[in-house]
């Protein structure tokens, strides 16, 4: 069994940074895929970046630029770096891996305008 926990949300106001963490636990050997989701309240959950276990990375367009994910494999943690922040970036923020069904509590980010 994997979990994860999100870590490092907050509040901040419009074009401010945060640092979110995801630490793995469990099995975790055979992860190839990390994803950063969010869902805002009412809305669906959708992938935002992920990183691949060779370091390939990817981001939807809405936070090109803006978002870096990177991982430190020592830790089992990914990181997911936001600089300039917007109001349509608030949201709960989860890591998960493709095919695990279950979530964790995830990091609530709020971005105020």
């Known amino acids: 069994q994997v979990q994860f926990v999100e870590s490092g949300g907050g509040l901040v106001q419009a074009g401010g940074s945060l640092r979110l963490s995801c630490t793995a636990s469990?099995?975790?050997?055979?992860?190839?895929?990390i994803g950063w989701y969010r869902q805002a309240p009412g809305k669906q959950r959708a992938l935002v970046a992920s990183?691949?276990?060779?370091?390939?990375?990817y981001y939807v367009d809405s936070v090109k630029g803006r978002f870096t994910i990177s991982r430190d494999n020592a830790k089992n943690t990914v990181y997911l770096q936001m600089n300039n922040l917007k109001p349509e970036d608030t949201a709960a923020y989860y890591c998960?891996?493709?095919?695990?069904?279950?979530w964790g509590q995830g990091a609530q980010v709020t971005v105020s305008s």
């Open positions: 990183i691949r276990s060779g370091g390939t990375t």
């Open positions: 469990g099995s975790t050997l055979r992860i190839n895929v």
């Open positions: 998960n891996t493709p095919g695990l069904g279950d």
